[in-house]
C-alpha cells in the first residue's frame, strides 16, 4: 500500500504547484507600476502661472504669424568633408 501512496502523496503538491500563478500578490506588481507612471493627481502648483509661459505673448506670435511679419530662419552651410584621415 505504501509504495502506491507514496509516489501519489509527492506527484499530487508537485502538480497542483503548477497551477498557482506566478505572482502571487495577485497584480501587486503591476498597481505598484501603474502609481509610478502617475503624475502627482494633485500637485501644489495647480493654477499657478508658468514661468514663461505669458497668453499675450503667445497670442501676440500668432498674430505676427498670421500677418506674414515673421522673419524666416536663414539657411546655414556645413563644412565639405567627412573630417577623416583620407
Known sequence: MLRRTLPAAI???LL???CTPVDTAFG???RW???QHVV???PQYAGDLI???SGQRA???VTRY???EVTLPTTTSTTSGTGGPQ
Do not use: F, K, R, Y
Open 11 to 13: 506527484a499530487v503538491p
Open 16 to 18: 497542483l504547484a503548477g
Open 28 to 30: 501587486e506588481t503591476h
Open 33 to 35: 507600476n501603474i502609481e
Open 40 to 42: 502627482d493627481p494633485d
Open 51 to 53: 514661468e514663461g509661459g
Open 59 to 61: 497670442a501676440d506670435a
Open 66 to 68: 498670421n500677418e506674414g
